[in-house]
T-cell receptor, first 110, second 117 residues
């Protein structure tokens, strides 16, 4: 199973881009990278996922390196409401399981 | 409903008491998952249903934990003879398709916070 490594915490100024890195050097060719976030006292919320191409939706952008060993989640204009724990997950194929690590605690500051 | 609904939101149980936690998934969602989240930790997988079939219960920590989804919609997680180490937030998630087919974009509920005293 591909494991992920994320920084424990990061700060970002309100209105600036937040760039959250993730290493997943043991990822297999058919495994996706998923990002979730968890705001205090809420359940995790799906953000975005990708296989090898960069992806963008209304919430964020996902940049995956060409060798697929790392990725970056980009929140283009962070707001105070983006303060949360962000989880980078590579689900084991054909299991249905999401394996959460410790994630990155992002603090957006005024 | 519009989202995954869990009840109760908070539960305090005396050690040794049995508890039942309820999850109402999004209507029509085939897959349902239970996770346990200890304070300061990421959620940990407990069990997975596809319709009424429990396909994976490898994460249930002991035989005191039991989950069911008899009609393929509402699910109940039951914990018998609760212990202090069972104190955690119990999260339920659902998905329209089968997670095993590669769609891992799940919708989570807000969880039930269980405190065993």
């Amino acid at each position: 199973d591909a494991k992920t490594t994320q920084p424990t915490s990061m700060d970002c100024a309100e209105g600036r881009a937040a760039n959250l890195p993730c290493n997943h050097s043991t990822i297999s060719g058919n495994e996706y990278v998923y990002w979730y976030r968890q705001i205090h006292s809420q359940g995790p919320q799906y953000i975005i996922h990708g296989l090898k191409n960069n992806e963008t939706n209304e919430m964020a952008s996902l940049i995956i390196t060409e060798d697929r060993k790392s990725s970056t989640l980009i929140l283009p204009h962070a707001t105070l409401r983006d303060t949360a724990v962000y989880y980078c997950i590579v689900p084991p194929s054909n299991t249905g399981k999401l394996i959460f690590g410790q994630g990155t605690t992002l603090q957006v500051k005024p | 409903g519009a989202g995954v609904s869990q009840s109760p939101r908070y539960k305090v149980a005396k050690r040794g008491q049995d508890v039942a936690l309820r999850c109402d998934p999004i209507s029509g969602h085939v897959s349902l998952f239970w996770y346990q989240q200890a304070l300061g930790q990421g959620p940990e997988f407990l069990t997975y249903f596809q319709n009424e079939a429990q396909l994976d219960k490898s994460g249930l920590p002991s035989d005191r934990f039991f989950a069911e989804r008899p009609e393929g919609s509402v699910s109940t997680l039951k914990i018998q003879r609760t212990q202090q180490e069972d104190s955690a937030v119990y999260l339920c998630a659902s998905s329209l398709g089968s997670g095993r087919k590669g769609n891992y974009g799940y919708t989570f509920g807000s969880g039930t916070r269980l405190t065993v005293v």
